[in-house]
T-cell receptor
């Protein structure tokens, strides 16, 4: 069973702090990794994707990938109340029609 | 990013009727589209993978005769919920994959079956 695991939270951080969201995956053949944000009652929105080991930065967001440890994380700097949402980690492996395997999501609350 | 639309955004129907949901990729061609269902406070559940010009691949436990999927063109896929019942009430979301293999989601369709 190929799995993607996330801490369900809620993760609560004060405004302006760094929020750290973590995700582990079981399939070593996984090739691409995605972070989506989902507000309540809305569909997921792509935040970042990462394919290579290391860090990838985009504005206040940094994705970190460690394939040896099968671990991918998302850092949100200078957290804002508008960042409060559920963050979904998704992993795309080489086979199986390249469909995404989804984590259950981590709920983030940024407190003013 | 790429834009995916869904129609309708919200539908209320009587038990036993059929409901069709359209998913369109507006500014790119999508050889593959995905249909998801999400119950309140639950995670996304993949229902089926739809490839243009071929039959959809359904996930285990999803009835293909109840959830009919058609992907007749590179920009349109439809999901028809046949003989809908109250337990089919859910948030249905499609996504479309571009050549870079990123998935872009439509805004979702909230179905309520009375």
């Amino acid at each position: 069973q190929k799995e993607v695991e996330q801490n369900s939270g809620p993760l609560s951080v004060p405004e302006g702090a760094i929020a750290s969201l973590n995700c582990t995956y079981s399939d070593r053949g996984s090739q691409s990794f995605f972070w989506y944000r989902q507000y309540s009652g809305k569909s997921p929105e792509l935040i970042m994707f990462i394919y290579s080991n290391g860090d990838k930065e985009d504005g206040r967001f940094t994705a970190q990938l460690n394939k040896a440890s099968q671990y991918v994380s998302l850092l949100i700097r200078d957290s804002q109340p508008s960042d409060s949402a559920t963050y979904l980690c998704a992993v795309n492996n080489a086979g199986n029609n390249r469909k995404l395997i989804w984590g259950l999501g981590t709920s983030l609350a940024v407190n003013p | 990013g790429a834009v995916v639309s869904q129609h309708p955004s919200r539908v209320i129907c009587k038990s036993g009727t059929s409901v069709k949901i359209e998913c369109r990729s507006l500014d790119f061609q999508a050889t593959t589209m995905f249909w998801y269902r999400q119950f309140p406070k639950k995670s996304l559940m993949l229902m089926a993978t739809s490839n243009e010009g071929s039959k959809a691949t359904y996930e285990q436990g999803v009835e293909k005769d109840k959830f009919l999927i058609n992907h007749a063109s590179l920009t349109l896929s439809t999901l028809t919920v046949t003989s809908a019942h109250p337990e089919d009430s859910s948030f249905y979301i499609c996504s479309a994959r571009d050549l870079s293999h990123e998935q872009f989601f439509g805004p979702g369709t909230r179905l309520t079956v009375l």
